[in-house]
């Protein structure tokens, strides 16, 4: 019998629409942690012209987290292709909460940068790809989730720009976010003292 694949999605793929929309991964995503992993905005996408979310090893953190059940096809790999696949010891991965239940059986994969760059002018974080990221956020988990997403990714003072409402926002494989959202999305980013950072596009 085939053994199922999981990536544990800390990004975009947190977003049912994203991964649905882009990606064809419908089945139901899990929330979890990764130990031992922190998340930054220090993978660059030159052909998009941005910087996403990325992972490094830190002993003593915890990542907030989806686990997504899929196959490790060409085209997922081609969506994450500023990234390597790792494989997961199963023991570092745990359910967010104790009423999802146990995880399931199956190989654990996380996407871990090739580089870590710093966000600058030319590859900028595009809030379209933050709020595909929080919206995921504010689905599996409210607003707790969110807010524990905005505390444990570092690196909000790069080059960050507001692109929402731009005719063509730069991130391809956008959630489009609410009014009441957006909203939301603000008032947290505020409350832990990153709103200040971002830019008009």
Not at 186 to 198: M, S, T
């Amino acid at each position: 019998m085939a053994v199922q694949d999981y990536v544990v999605g800390y990004g975009s793929l947190l977003s049912s629409y994203s991964r649905t929309t882009y990606s064809g991964l419908t089945e139901p995503a899990m929330p979890v942690v990764a130990l031992g992993w922190r998340r930054g905005w220090t993978v660059r996408y030159t052909d998009e012209a941005a910087t996403y979310a990325g992972v490094r090893p830190a002993p003593g953190h915890m990542l907030d987290a989806a686990l997504v059940p899929t196959e490790i096809t060409d085209e997922l790999r081609h969506r994450e292709r500023g990234y390597v696949f790792t494989e997961l010891p199963p023991e570092t991965v745990r359910p967010a909460d104790r009423s999802h239940g146990e995880l399931p059986e199956g190989r654990f994969w996380i996407v871990v940068n090739r580089e870590q760059v710093r966000a600058d002018t030319s590859h900028p974080i595009p809030q379209s790809y933050v709020d595909t990221c929080l919206v995921g956020c504010l689905e599996t988990g409210g607003e707790a989730r969110a807010r524990a997403f905005i505390r444990n990714t570092e690196l909000w003072d790069a080059h960050w720009i507001d692109d929402r409402d731009s005719a063509s926002p730069v991130y391809p494989r956008l959630t489009p976010a609410s009014a009441e959202q957006r909203e939301t999305i603000d008032r947290l980013l505020a409350g832990e003292g990153v709103l200040r950072h971002r830019r008009a596009a």
